[in-house]
């Protein structure tokens, strides 16, 4: 993919400010700090466009991009599972988010995004259900992929394929840091935006 421009659209949080569903889009969800912002970062080639965090939980916004001047739009949705997130935020998350995947009619999938170096926990399974349930499309990702040698991934590869129920080779693996699997990404993106 060739990326011309990237352009920060609008913040939203629900159905009545999303901005109007007139681009196809996909949207990238995953744990707070699992590096949501950082793979999107190098998807368009940017080194800021979307904030990355060293405090995470920041962001509790959908986040919405327009890229390539109106091609199609990129979403950093709201990362979930951090402890220190207040009470009323975490309430929140559940419902924002159901209520984007089931009536986003533009969204065309989400790049489902876990760590390599942790366990899929509670929250990752809920979204892998409420996936399911819209039947959007998942491109599934496993990031951080530098933080171990080629020679020790395959047992958390294994680990999270038995708790996530997808295949092993369903993941594309990837790496902000050295760019391992970016252009993987970038085809099945470019495959379910053509969809
Ligand atoms: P929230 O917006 O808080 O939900 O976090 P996020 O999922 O957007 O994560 P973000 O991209 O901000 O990354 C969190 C931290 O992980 C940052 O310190 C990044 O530099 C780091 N990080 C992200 N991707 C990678 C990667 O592939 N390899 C390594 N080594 N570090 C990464
Ligand atoms: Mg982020």
């Known amino acids: 993919m060739k990326i011309s421009s ?8 629900n159905p009545g400010n999303y901005p109007p569903p007139e681009l196809a889009e996909i949207a990238f969800a995953g744990r707070s700090n699992v590096g ?3 793979l999107i970062n190098v998807l368009v080639n940017r080194k800021s ?25 990129l979403v950093d949705l709201p990362g979930y599972g951090f402890a220190k997130v207040p009470l009323s935020v975490k309430k929140a998350w559940g419902p924002m988010m159901r209520t984007y995947l089931e009536t986003r009619e533009s ?4 790049v489902f995004i876990l760590d390599i170096r942790r ?15 819209f039947e959007v499309p998942t491109i599934p990702v496993i990031t951080k992929i530098d933080k171990l040698k080629r ?4 047992k958390p590869l294994k ?5 996530t129920g997808l295949p092993k080779d369903a993941f ?19 495959a379910a935006l053509e969809a």
């Open 36 to 38: 949501k912002s950082s």
């Open 107 to 110: 969204l065309k999938a989400v």
């Open 49 to 73: 466009l979307v904030r990355t965090s060293s405090t995470p939980g920041r962001t509790q916004l959908l986040n919405f991009f327009n890229i390539n001047t109106g091609s199609f739009s």
């Open 151 to 154: 020679g020790q991934r395959d």
């Open 6 to 13: 990237a352009e920060f659209i609008k913040s939203a949080t």
């Open 119 to 133: 366990v899929p926990r509670e929250e990752d399974i809920q979204m892998l259900d409420w996936l399911e349930e």
């Open 159 to 163: 680990e999270i394929a038995a708790a």
């Open 172 to 190: 594309s693996l990837f790496s902000a840091l050295t760019k391992e699997g970016k252009e993987e990404v970038w085809e099945r993106i470019e």
